[in-house]
């Protein structure tokens, strides 16, 4: 079983549509997530991160954790064409590692 | 803001070549860690290193080594170039302290091509 997983895609949502990408993981004692956004050919940029149980909200992204089914989200309002990027979720183990865990990847497309 | 700078952003070499890739941050950071990216195969780690002088195998440790004689600094080296090492290479750095919210910030990458 894949430690972590994401749908590959394209997802693709028109401009101003909510953008909801998923995230699963094996890893039960898992503690922190990650996501991070990667235009092409560019380098990964954290978005936001969660490691508590429910919702969190930066701006127009907001995370979302539920630990007892090993599943985090990535919800985006409001879509823009600029938000068109590859999304990478990232699991850390727990404070004494070091280490994250990425997934391959779901690549969004956001329509004018 | 971490800046995570590396050597060059893309590289040509020879089959059977000696390679260096460096790294560099300016923020302190305690570990840092070396990614080839593949198209389909995600990120996958080479090496990681937690202080100076140390390091450790990531997930495809062969064919590479690495050396960090200096904080700030961590190498990447591949002693005999092959073709299927042809790749994005991705340095990263992390503060260390072992917090949950510790997150990892990239340099620009590395496009290598060996011929």
């Known amino acids: 079983q894949k430690e972590v997983e994401q749908n590959s895609g394209p997802l693709s949502v028109p401009e101003g549509a909510i953008a909801s990408l998923n995230c699963t993981y094996s890893?039960?004692?898992?503690?922190?997530f990650f996501w991070y956004r990667q235009y092409s050919g560019k380098s990964p940029e954290l978005i936001m991160f969660?490691?508590?149980?429910g919702d969190k909200e930066d701006g127009r992204f907001t995370a979302q954790l539920n630990k007892a089914s090993q599943y985090v989200s990535l919800l985006i309002r409001d879509s823009q064409p600029s938000d068109s990027a590859t999304y990478l979720c990232a699991v850390n183990k727990g404070s004494g590692y070091s280490t994250l865990t990425f997934g391959k990847g779901t690549m969004l497309l956001v329509s004018p | 803001d971490v800046k995570v700078t590396q050597s060059s952003r893309y590289l040509v070499k020879r089959t059977g070549e000696k390679v260096f890739l460096e790294c560099v941050q300016d923020m302190d950071h305690e570990n840092m860690f070396w990614y080839r990216q593949d198209p389909g195969l995600g990120l996958r780690l080479i090496y990681f290193?937690?202080?100076?002088?140390?390091?450790e195998k990531g997930d495809i440790p062969e064919g590479y080594s690495v050396s960090r004689e200096k904080k700030e600094r961590f190498s990447l080296i591949l002693e005999s170039a092959s073709t299927n090492q042809t790749s994005m290479y991705l340095c990263a750095s992390q503060s260390g302290r072992g917090a949950l919210e510790e997150t990892q910030y990239f340099g620009p990458g590395t496009r290598l091509l060996v011929l």
């Open positions: 890893d039960r004692g898992s503690q922190s």
């Open positions: 969660i490691y508590s149980n």
């Open positions: 290193s937690y202080d100076v002088k140390m390091k």
